[in-house]
T-cell receptor, first 116, second 112 residues
Framework: GAVVSQHPSWVICKSGTSVKIECRSL??????MFWYRQFPKQSLMLMAT?????????EQGVEKDKFLINHASLTLSTLTVTSAHPEDSSFYIC????????????FGPGTRLTVL | DAKTTQPPSMDCAEGRAANLPCNHS???????VYWYRQIHSQGPQYIIH???NNETNEMASLIITEDRKSSTLILPHATLRDTAVYYC?????????????FGRGTQLTVWP
């Protein structure tokens, strides 16, 4: 149990376009979801926290207008990278917690974004 | 900000125990020690967590010093599939909405 999926697993887009990444909890209700970004050979960096039905909380230095997060249901959160540029190319990873197993965060497999 | 310090890399022979240290000298009384690992190009995987007592599960054992300023993750019989980056994280359960701040972790390489 406690599976988190992401779609797509990889995406290539042109500079200036927007890209949407989905994060789904498959077998549990995720009260909170998190979005991370990871550049090559670096650690994961927390971008934002989202709770179902409320606005996301962004970490310092993360542009909320560029990285739009929507958590419309207890099983789905989306991250939209607006007007993507090559420097946004990265590995984006989501995670989720449930009320019953709040000591664990379950991570998705990640989405590789390449902006040309 | 990550509040932990780990060696950047370690290696271990297959079948032997891998002991991964972590320093968290500024840990607060309500903060737990969590361990995750990340195999290349995958999402992190939860391993174990603890507060002050030693913990064991099917994956690993966690030894926390009495003063809680450091801990060791033990993989009792390392396999090639255990090659990964291992992250030690301190986090207060129930506070800060469970945000995890990852440090650089330890790259564990298990060799045949």
């Amino acid at each position: 149990g406690a599976v988190v999926s992401q779609h797509p697993s990889w995406v290539i887009c042109k500079s200036g376009t927007s890209v949407k990444i989905e994060c789904r909890s498959l077998d549990f209700q995720a009260t909170t979801m998190f979005w991370y970004r990871q550049f090559p050979k670096q650690s994961l960096m927390l971008m934002a926290t989202s709770n179902e039905g409320s606005k996301a909380t962004y970490e310092q230095g993360v542009e909320k207008d560029k990285f739009l997060i929507n958590h419309a249901s207890l099983t789905l959160s989306t991250l939209t990278v607006t007007s993507a540029h090559p420097e946004d190319s990265s590995f984006y990873i989501c995670s989720a917690t449930s009320g019953t197993r709040s000591n664990e965060q379950f991570f998705g497999p990640g989405t590789r974004l390449t902006v040309l | 900000d990550a509040k932990t310090t780990q060696p950047p890399s370690m290696d271990c022979a297959e079948g032997r125990a891998a002991n991964l240290p972590c320093n968290h000298s500024t840990i607060s009384g309500n903060e737990y020690v969590y361990w995750y690992r990340q195999i290349h190009s995958q999402g992190p995987q939860y391993i174990i967590h603890g507060l002050k007592n030693n913990e064991t599960n099917e994956m690993a054992s966690l030894i926390i010093t009495e003063d809680r300023k450091s801990s060791t993750l033990i993989l009792p019989h390392a396999t090639l599939r255990d090659t990964a980056v291992y992250y030690c994280i301190v986090n207060a359960r129930g506070s800060t909405l469970g945000r995890l701040y990852f440090g650089r972790g330890t790259q564990l390489t298990v060799w045949p």
